[in-house]
């Protein structure tokens, strides 16, 4: 009859109406990736005036510096129960400190490796605790700097003493997504290190047995979680097309990263750097 074909007609046209308004947002989005990268390399001055405006529409929530501060202290305290397993690795690990003890090991690192590292480093970032931005080495990545950089790297790994303020973050909370909590774990702390400690970080990484399973795909090189949905899309597209039916569970760990068992990670890393022989 005339209503259910009236019926049919506005179901088409709303999905119609649908699709288009997605097609022009699409446009739109394109239109503004595009003008923000232009204006990036071509008028850095309207650049930064544009993010200025954007930036006064953006969200912000004023907390209690002490509310994060009991937040991630109790966090990082919990009294987790393990196991007779882990146990025995915390005990490892420590035996393995105590061996080190006043040790002052043999250890050579290479200028080059020094050089590689600033040549790495991402330039145009927030300075950290030092407030030693990493233009500085890069620019000035002379040989007496590089010494004098690589003077320090030695002498911490060789006598295990690392400074109390080289592992000293500059942490900005952000809030997660359009919240206007005010609850501590609504947040996402956003950590910048001091640059020695980046620099620091790429050479030991150089001296790691790369040794990661062949199902990990982030944090590796030539690989990225990218690769990881490219995978699962396959997977499932593989069993949708033969008419198979196909499950799959998703875990996700709260608080992974904050909550990582240090100890355990030690442990791993226990015969994996290669020109410190532990």
């Known amino acids: 009859n005339r209503f259910e074909i009236a019926l049919?007609?506005?179901?088409?046209?709303?999905?119609?109406?649908?699709?288009?308004?997605?097609?022009?947002?699409?446009?739109?989005?394109?239109?503004?990736?595009?003008?923000?990268?232009?204006?990036?390399?071509f008028d850095k001055t309207q650049f930064w005036k544009f993010c200025k405006k954007e930036r006064g529409s953006a969200l912000h929530i004023k907390m209690a510096e002490i509310d994060f501060v009991n937040y991630y202290k109790n966090l990082f305290s919990a009294d987790l129960s393990i196991s007779k397993k882990h146990k025995d690795i915390e005990k490892?690990?420590?035996k393995k400190f105590e061996?080190?003890?006043?040790?002052?090991?043999?250890?050579?690192?290479?200028?080059?490796?020094?050089?590689?590292?600033?040549?790495?480093?991402?330039?145009g970032k927030s300075v950290g605790?030092?407030?030693?931005?990493?233009?500085?080495?890069?620019?000035?990545?002379?040989?007496?700097?590089?010494?004098v950089v690589g003077w320090i790297i030695r002498e911490m790994l060789s006598k295990g003493i690392i400074p109390s303020d080289l592992n000293v973050s500059l942490i900005?909370?952000?809030?997660?997504?359009?919240t206007q909590s005010l609850e501590a774990s609504e947040f996402r702390?956003?950590?910048?290190?001091?640059?020695?400690?980046?620099?620091?970080?790429?050479?030991?990484?150089?001296?790691?047995?790369?040794?990661?399973?062949?199902?990990?795909?982030?944090?590796?090189?030539?690989?990225?979680t990218k690769h990881a949905f490219l995978v699962v899309r396959e997977t499932i597209e593989f069993y949708a097309n033969r008419g198979t039916p196909c499950w799959s569970a998703s875990l996700d760990a709260t608080k992974a990263f904050d909550k990582l068992w240090r100890k355990g990670l030690f442990y791993k890393l226990i015969g994996k750097i290669l020109k410190l022989g532990h």
Request: net charge positive; charged share 30%.
């Open 8 to 41: 049919i007609l506005w179901r088409i046209g709303k999905k119609a109406f649908v699709d288009r308004q997605k097609a022009l947002l699409e446009e739109a989005k394109s239109k503004r990736s595009i003008k923000i990268d232009d204006l990036y390399r």
């Open 92 to 94: 490892c690990v420590e």
């Open 99 to 123: 061996e080190l003890g006043d040790q002052v090991l043999p250890v050579t690192v290479d200028k080059e490796h020094i050089k590689q590292a600033f040549d790495r480093l991402s330039l």
């Open 129 to 147: 605790y030092d407030n030693m931005c990493a233009e500085f080495y890069r620019y000035a990545s002379e040989t007496s700097v590089i010494l």
């Open 172 to 178: 900005t909370p952000i809030p997660k997504g359009k």
């Open 189 to 224: 702390p956003i950590s910048v290190s001091t640059t020695l400690s980046l620099i620091f970080e790429d050479v030991i990484r150089n001296m790691i047995v790369l040794d990661t399973h062949c199902n990990q795909f982030g944090f590796k090189a030539r690989t990225s």
